[in-house]
């Protein structure tokens, strides 16, 4: 059994079972909460398309607790955590928190999936905000088991480490923001590049099938393996100190061209970048990594081959 024991999933879709199946192979005692007896009734179904999925990707080998589920969160007794995974609009959400903080009386971590919502905008009052924050999955949680833990104004440091600790006991890799920002960081960087990507098409510079290649078959296979910052560090030589002299300006020119602001890198930023992917890598085992990347990416690209010839 996980140190942690009970969560209540509020919403029966594709997130909110993914979720479900993952905390019950975790050994939680999972409920998930769902008005629409349709979507309760899909629930069997839904978990165990995840489950399979899971143990195709190698995860969770144990068959799990048993998923209950109820059409009011009033039939369930208060809970370690809750995670609210409905409708993407505010309404919704501010109505659904309001019977959360009222049904808990501030004993449950209350979390929503939103996608870009933050916590603020649905529980406005900061002083209901002490056990509430955004934790925002990539997708399928069921498979991507990263996530990110976005604390509201009033949200207590204490609520952030628990919240923490119970996602890291259930599987997944939390990573905290120290605060909210508009659309999170996961949407953040996908709009960067989404921008830039419907920006090229309009000007007629590539055709969208060409622009999807050059991501798929170059940028993709090493974001599978690498970040931006590993990326620039092992593209490089001299690392990404390196990187940002030579390329740099280029970029900041890229982004003063689309009228962006604070295109700039300054030296005290990339020191700062430099720093942490010392510590994480040194400079001495720089070419080691890039030996691990280039035989990760062979045995990637060969399994990939597969599965694309399959589709096609």
């Known amino acids: 059994?996980?140190?942690?024991?009970?969560?209540?999933?509020?919403?029966?879709?594709?997130?909110?079972?993914?979720?479900?199946?993952?905390?019950?192979?975790?050994?939680?005692q999972v409920t998930i909460i769902d008005p629409a007896d349709e979507a309760r009734?899909?629930?069997?179904?839904?978990?165990?398309?995840?489950r399979e999925a899971m143990l195709r990707a190698g995860f969770d080998p144990e068959p799990g607790t048993p998923v209950a589920t109820e059409a009011s969160i009033d039939s369930v007794?208060?809970?370690?955590l809750v995670i609210e995974a409905g409708p993407e609009r505010l309404d919704i959400k501010r109505r659904l928190f309001e019977d959360l903080l009222a049904w808990s009386?501030?004993?449950?971590?209350?979390?929503?999936?939103?996608s870009a919502i933050p916590m603020s905008e649905i529980v406005p009052d900061p002083e209901k905000q002490a056990n509430c924050l955004v934790a925002h999955p990539a997708n399928p949680p069921s498979l991507l088991r990263v996530l990110e833990l976005v604390p509201a104004p009033g949200t207590s440091t204490a609520t952030m480490e628990r919240a923490r600790q119970m996602f890291g006991a259930a599987g997944f890799d939390p990573i905290e923001l120290t605060r909210e920002v508009p659309a999170f960081v996961f949407n953040r960087l996908q709009s960067a590049l989404l921008r830039e990507a419907y920006r090229l098409v309009a000007e007629g510079?590539?055709?969208?099938?060409?622009?999807?290649?050059?991501?798929?078959?170059?940028?993709?296979?090493?974001?599978?393996?690498?970040?931006p910052f590993e990326t620039a560090d092992l593209n490089t030589a001299g690392g990404i100190r390196a990187h940002a002299e030579r390329l740099g300006p280029a970029y900041a020119a890229i982004g003063r061209e689309r009228g962006e602001t604070d295109c700039d890198w300054?030296?005290?930023?990339?020191?700062?970048?430099?720093?942490?992917?010392?510590?994480?890598?040194?400079?001495?085992?720089?070419?080691?990594?890039?030996?691990?990347?280039?035989?990760?990416?062979?045995?990637?690209?060969?399994?990939?081959?597969?599965?694309?010839?399959?589709?096609?």
């Not at 059994?1 to 939680?28: D, K, Q």
């Open 1 to 28: 059994m996980a140190e942690f024991g009970s969560v209540a999933v509020i919403g029966a879709g594709a997130i909110g079972t993914a979720m479900a199946s993952v905390f019950s192979v975790h050994g939680w």
């Open 41 to 50: 009734d899909r629930v069997p179904a839904l978990l165990h398309q995840h």
């Open 77 to 80: 007794p208060v809970v370690d």
């Open 105 to 114: 009386g501030g004993q449950a971590i209350l979390t929503t999936m939103s």
């Open 205 to 227: 510079v590539i055709e969208p099938n060409d622009l999807d290649r050059l991501v798929r078959d170059g940028l993709g296979p090493r974001w599978a393996l690498s970040g």
């Open 266 to 312: 300054p030296d005290s930023l990339v020191s700062r970048v430099e720093a942490e992917r010392r510590e994480l890598v040194s400079e001495d085992r720089l070419d080691e990594r890039r030996k691990w990347r280039q035989n990760a990416l062979a045995d990637l690209l060969a399994a990939r081959r597969k599965l694309l010839a399959d589709w096609t």
